[in-house]
C-alpha cells in the first residue's frame, strides 16, 4: 500500500496531470474535506522513490495561466484589488484581465466585495 491508497481511502482525489508521476488534487486526505470544505492542495508523486510533493492550493492547479496570476496576485496583496491594479501589476491588458475576472467570479473563485473590486473567495 502507498500514501497515495491512503489518501484515497478517505478522500476523493482528480488527477489533474499525468505527467512524471502524476499530480492529484483534492481534500484534507485526513479529514476527508468534511471539516475543512475550503482546504484543499495538490500533491505531486514522484515515481522514484514513491514520495509525494505539496504543491499548494488545488485552485491554483486548475485555473487557466492569466486566472492563475490573477489569484496569486489578490492572494499576495492581501486585500480586495480593482481590475486596474491587477492589469497594472500582471502587465496585463485591462480588458482580459476584466474578462478573466467575471469568468472567475461565476465559478466562484473571486468575490466582489464592494463595487469595482475583487477578492479571493475563501
Not at 4 to 18: G, H, P
Request: charged share 30%; net charge neutral; glycine share 10%.
Amino acid at each position: 500500500m502507498n500514501i497515495l491508497s491512503l489518501c484515497q481511502a478517505d478522500t476523493e482525489l482528480k488527477k489533474v496531470a499525468a505527467t512524471r508521476g502524476g499530480e492529484y488534487a483534492g481534500g484534507c486526505p485526513w479529514c476527508g474535506g468534511r471539516d475543512i470544505d475550503d482546504f484543499k492542495f495538490s500533491l505531486k508523486r514522484h515515481r522514484e522513490d514513491y514520495s509525494f510533493q505539496y504543491l499548494g492550493d488545488s485552485i491554483e492547479f486548475e485555473l487557466e495561466e492569466t486566472q492563475r496570476l490573477i489569484y496569486q496576485s489578490i492572494k499576495e496583496v492581501g486585500r480586495p484589488m480593482t481590475p486596474a491594479e491587477i492589469a497594472a501589476a500582471l502587465g496585463k491588458n485591462l480588458n482580459t484581465v476584466q474578462t478573466m475576472l467575471i469568468k472567475m467570479e461565476v465559478k466562484g473563485i473571486i468575490k466582489k466585495p464592494r463595487r469595482g473590486e475583487y477578492d479571493i473567495n475563501l
